[in-house]
Antibody
Framework: EVQLVESGGGLVQPGGSLRLSCAAS????????MHWVRQAPGKGLVWVSR????????SYADSVKGRFTISRDNAKNTLYLQMNSLRAEDTAVYYC???????????WGQGTLVTVSS | AIQMTQSPSSLSASVGDRVTITCRASQGIRNDLGWYQQKPGKAPKLLIY???SLQSGVPSRFSGSGSGTDFTLTISSLQPEDFATYYC?????????FGQGTKLEIK
């Protein structure tokens, strides 16, 4: 079964750091671009970042550029999102998603909640 | 950056109704558009990709159309399990952009 499982969310103070992980199984992880998407409580979906299949190219939303770093370990079939200098507005459920052919974001992980609050 | 304008933001309908949701891109995106369904507390689920291709396992009552700037998701006969929030997503260029969402509620 093709599956993505996020972990690493939690409560962090403003200015703090957190690293999210997304463990992939059931497919050849190293062949796919991967994305992070977030959703603030009661709000819509917002794209955060992407990484290409070998990790040599990344992109970020302007709102997180310079603070977040996406990376991957293809040997461990795991995607990461290092989040530094966290702000209250980063509070959201963070989803990882695989990008397949024809722009398909599928599957998605179950999401992990990040709460930035003092 | 490309902006995706989705309408309506909410929609009230009955089981068996035909409903249409629209997404408009601020510039042409060929057919690089997907439609996603999200239920409360759950991850989004892909319904349609490349504007009009039905994802495997998705019921045939869902269909998509459009190209360029104007796109439509149609549900031909609403079922109880279809009440959810729907999002479009453009993947033509970076950054990828979602529409604001359409919450489909039971009348």
């Amino acid at each position: 079964e093709v599956q993505l499982v996020e972990s690493g969310g939690g409560l962090v103070q403003p200015g703090g750091s957190l690293r999210l992980s997304c463990a992939a199984s059931g497919f050849t992880f190293s062949s796919y671009w991967m994305h992070w998407v977030r959703q603030a409580p009661g709000k819509g979906l917002v794209w955060v970042s992407r990484i290409n299949s070998d990790g040599s190219s990344t992109s970020y939303a302007d709102s997180v550029k310079g603070r977040f770093t996406i990376s991957r370990d293809n040997a461990k079939n795991t995607l990461y999102l290092q989040m530094n200098s966290l702000r209250a507005e980063d509070t959201a459920v963070y989803y990882c998603a695989r990008r397949g052919a024809w722009g398909r974001f599928d599957p998605w992980g179950q999401g992990t909640l990040v709460t930035v609050s003092s | 950056a490309i902006q995706m304008t989705q309408s309506p933001s909410s929609l009230s309908a009955s089981v068996g109704d035909r409903v249409t949701i629209t997404c408009r891109a601020s510039q042409g995106i060929r057919n690089d558009l997907g439609w996603y369904q999200q239920k409360p507390g759950k991850a989004p689920k892909l319904l349609i990709y490349a504007a009009s291709s039905l994802q495997s396992g998705v019921p045939s009552r869902f269909s998509g159309s459009g190209s360029g700037t104007d796109f439509t998701l149609t549900i031909s006969s609403l079922q109880p399990e279809d009440f959810a929030t729907y999002y479009c997503l453009q993947d033509y260029n970076y950054p990828p952009a979602f529409g604001q969402g359409t919450k489909l509620e039971i009348k």
